[in-house]
């Protein structure tokens, strides 16, 4: 996919953000195209030849956007009993990047951590995955971030 300055774009890692340029950075000492995005609090470049790893993807529409909020009230799938295996596999999910993944990963370690306390590896990812979500559907919903916060809190209560 081709990417213009001034597109939103979701970055698997980093999130929603903005194209601000197309610029060469040497990598390996050879000029690489890359696109340049601004996040809310990072500036990243991502070589136009990566793209091919889906490391980039458009916001979800905001018609689509509905779908993906109910699996944060659908039954939660149970995480791995070894603390590195269920990092191991809450970070695949969180590395697929696409938002059926992010809700997933928000809605069972939500629900894990009512019966368990989550390590600080699983906060993060909690939050990391919560600040994913949030930020795309502000972007898809056009609503504010204190209305998307408290709606995702009401259903992922709802369970």
Avoid at 84 to 91: A, F, G, P
Avoid at 113 to 139: F, H, M, P, Y
């Amino acid at each position: 996919m081709t990417y213009l300055i001034g597109d939103k774009v979701i970055h698997w890692s980093y999130g929603l953000g903005e194209i601000i340029a197309i610029e060469e950075k040497p990598i390996g000492n050879r000029p690489t195209s890359c696109y340049v995005m601004q996040t809310a609090d990072l500036t990243i470049w991502i070589p136009i030849n990566e793209l091919k790893q889906r490391s980039l993807r458009q916001p979800t529409p905001a018609e689509e956007f509905k779908d993906f909020i109910a699996i944060l009230t659908g039954p939660s799938e149970k995480l791995q009993d070894d603390r590195n295996l269920r990092k191991d596999q809450l970070m695949a999910q969180i590395k697929d990047g696409q938002l059926s993944s992010i809700c997933h990963v928000v809605r069972d370690l939500t629900n894990f951590q009512r019966g368990a306390k989550l390590n600080d590896q699983e906060k993060s990812i909690l939050e990391r995955a919560t600040k994913s979500l949030l930020s795309e559907w502000v972007c898809s919903m056009g609503v504010p971030l204190h209305q998307a916060h408290q709606t995702m809190t009401t259903l992922l209560q709802s369970k």
